[in-house]
């Protein structure tokens, strides 16, 4: 918990900090880097975790490791070391990534098909969704692939879904069966 609160706090004071200047996209995607490197690569959560590394040290080393990251971010990262918050970096990073979609009506959006979907039929898809959404809101999409479907989709954005999966029609089906709505001529 105290962690997610950490994230919060210097995620919101980074973000008030590149409000109005012309980096927010260019650090928005160094955060999408760094949060993904934390999450796949252990040795580099664990250095970021180790209290045996001073914060010299680790900056000295993040500084060369992070070298091509603009000059904000590894000074906002080092600011981050030299408080001693370097363990949530990967969250701090997870939530600047959620506070600029945010900030830019940016939604994620998932589809759930039986195959791979091409780009007509995902832009299809969100065409009738978009009719749904506040005007000027764009969408991220990732679409995953789940066999068990039969056919069709689930679509979710944000907390709501809509499920247009053979699968589900079926499972549907078999609960009207199973409720004795009808009479058996037996």
């Given amino acids: 918990m105290a962690h997610f609160r950490v994230a919060k706090r210097y995620a919101k004071g980074f973000m008030d900090f590149l409000s109005g200047s012309d980096k927010e996209e260019m650090v928005m995607q ?5 949060r ?3 999450k796949s690569n252990r040795d580099l959560k664990n250095f970021f975790a180790s209290p045996i590394i001073d914060y010299k040290k680790k900056t000295q080393i993040m500084n060369n490791v992070f070298a091509g990251y603009s000059e904000e971010s590894r000074t906002f990262l080092s600011l981050i070391i030299r408080q001693d918050r370097s363990l949530a970096i990967g969250e701090i990073a997870a939530e600047f990534i959620q506070l600029y979609k ?3 009506n940016i939604k994620d959006a998932t589809i759930t098909s039986a195959q791979k979907l091409d780009q007509a039929q995902i832009d299809a898809i969100l065409s009738k969704a978009k009719e749904t959404l506040p005007a000027g809101t764009s969408l991220e999409v990732l679409n995953k692939v789940d066999p068990s479907l039969i056919g069709g989709f689930i679509l979710r954005i944000d907390d709501k879904q809509f499920d247009a999966s053979i699968s589900s029609k ?4 078999r609960k009207e069966f199973d409720s004795k709505h009808y009479i058996p001529k037996v």
Avoid at 30 to 34: K, N, R
């Fill in 30 to 34: 160094e955060m999408l880097q760094l």
């Fill in 170 to 173: 079926m499972n549907k089906i």
């Fill in 102 to 104: 945010a900030k830019n």
């Fill in 36 to 38: 993904d490197l934390v």
